[in-house]
């Protein structure tokens, strides 16, 4: 597993920088070279403004999901975007399939292979759904367009209930902290960070006590 996981970093890390510059590059093209430039000024302030709703989840993101996506999951998941809502389920339910623990090496090597087949099959599909994508939304009735928001709820929902099953008791109080915390005067930008540190902080602290004294 040593060799796994330096050849595991050394692509990850490149990719990630290919990707980095990649998307880099039309912006820096239709600046600098079709003169469309908008300005420092405004690119900064923009970003400031961006980052006060969304910057906690560069940092929360990687952290909340590595236990179960693992190292190199979790360079592929980053990459190829669709987290939450298809890296992640799909990752899940191939460990759940071969009967894997998430933080194991087998469970490692499980969500790699997981994730590289569901992240193929979405470009597979998503190609031409994009090419397609205006004749598609004429054709789907209304009536089915009205259920698209509740989709990532309901997948977020399988999720939870998959790992909530395993230990019901820490699933319940998942959802009271969640609930209280989502219902409480905190910045949404920070519900999630909140969230994350009081689940595990009151989970590692339950188990602790029901470790037998030595």
Same mark, same amino acid.
């Given at each position: 597993? +040593? ?16 990707? =980095?510059?990649?998307? *880099? ?14 300005? *420092?000024? #405004?690119? &900064? ?15 929360? +993101?990687?952290?909340?999901?590595? $236990? ?7 360079? =592929? !998941?980053? &990459?190829?975007? /669709?987290? %939450?809502?298809?890296? #992640?389920? !799909? ?9 894997? +623990? ?5 469970? +490692? ?12 099959? /979405? ?24 259920? &698209?928001?509740?989709?990532? $709820?309901?997948?977020?929902? !399988?999720?939870?209930?998959? &790992? ?14 969640? *609930?209280?915390? /989502?219902? %409480? ?7 999630? #960070? ?6 595990? %902080? ?13």
């Amino acid at each position: 597993m +040593e060799n796994y996981a330096k050849a595991t970093h050394f692509w990850g890390r490149l990719t990630l920088s290919l990707g =980095i510059l990649l998307s *880099f590059a039309l912006p820096i093209y239709l600046s600098f070279v079709m003169g469309y430039h908008p300005g *420092f000024a #405004l690119i &900064f302030n923009a970003f400031l403004a961006y980052a006060a709703v969304i910057a906690v989840v560069w940092f929360v +993101e990687p952290i909340m999901y590595y $236990p179960v996506l693992g190292s190199a999951g979790t360079y =592929i !998941a980053f &990459f190829t975007g /669709n987290i %939450s809502n298809m890296c #992640l389920p !799909a990752v899940a339910a191939c460990q759940e399939a071969v009967g894997v +623990e998430p933080s194991s090496q087998k469970g +490692e090597v499980v969500a790699t292979l997981g994730i590289s087949a569901a992240s193929l099959v /979405n470009k597979l599909i998503l190609v031409p759904v994009i090419l397609a994508g205006l004749w598609l939304l004429t054709v789907i009735p209304e009536g089915i367009q009205e259920i &698209f928001p509740y989709v990532l $709820p309901a997948i977020f929902g !399988a999720v939870f209930v998959q &790992f909530a099953g395993k230990l019901p008791w820490y699933g319940v109080l998942a959802l009271a902290v969640g *609930f209280m915390v /989502n219902i %409480s005067p905190v910045p949404l930008f920070a519900k999630n #960070l909140i969230c994350i540190l009081l689940v595990v %902080s009151v989970m590692i602290y339950i188990d602790k006590r029901k470790r037998p004294a030595v």
